[in-house]
Every structure is written in C-alpha cells, then in structure tokens.
Nanobody
C-alpha cells in the first residue's frame, strides 16, 4: 500500500516556474515507477511524465517535453516535477501515482493555475 501527498502548486504567471513534490509513505516506494498526472476542467486525466524505479528512465507527454523535468529521491520517498516556461494550458490539478497507475493510490492533488 502506498499513500501519496502532493504539494507545491499555486498561481503563477505564464513563463513562470513551479516545483511539485509528492511524498510517499510505505517502505517499498523505491520499487515503483512513478508518474505525474494532471486533470484540467472538463478534460480527462492524462499522464504528464513518468520515471523508472531507479530514476534513470523518464518519459514525457509531448505537450511538456523540454519544459518539465521529473525526478525522484528514493531516500526521501519523494518524486518531483520541475515545471518551467508554464503556459495557461498547463492549468490543472496535478497528481502523482504509480506508473502504471493504481486507482487506490490517488491523493488529493495540487492545483496549478497559470494566469496573468
């Protein structure tokens, strides 16, 4: 069982940056590949970025490639999402989960709003 808590969201102007964190409970965090997902109003939840259990392999949605960076610190049971050059279309609730996701692991998410 894994319990996930996201943080770091907020209101930022276009072109700005935010760093999201996802703290995981459970001693077996390091065996999971992890992902950051987002859900904008009226849209389906989508995978934004994923990282392998060892942190060496990453994958990104085309819409964020070159702007977002996913990383993890297994010693701290935490996965991060550095978001640069933010656009209004990045506005969404951001969640972390395992990859592939487990429905039982969804947390409360963290709101990211990109607006001037």
């Amino acid at each position: 069982q894994v319990h996930l808590v996201e943080s770091g969201g907020g209101l930022v102007q276009p072109g700005g940056s935010l760093r999201l964190s996802c703290a995981a409970s459970g001693s077996i965090f390091s065996i999971y590949a992890m992902g950051w997902y987002r859900q904008a109003p009226g849209k389906q939840r989508e995978l934004v970025a994923a990282i392998g259990s060892g942190g060496l392999s990453t994958t990104y949605a085309d819409s964020v490639k070159g702007r977002f960076t996913i990383s993890r610190d297994n010693a701290k049971n935490t996965v991060y999402l550095q978001m640069n050059s933010l656009k209004p279309e990045d506005t969404a609730v951001y969640y972390c989960n395992t990859h592939p996701l487990e429905e039982a692991y969804w947390g409360q998410g963290t709101q990211v709003t990109v607006s001037s």
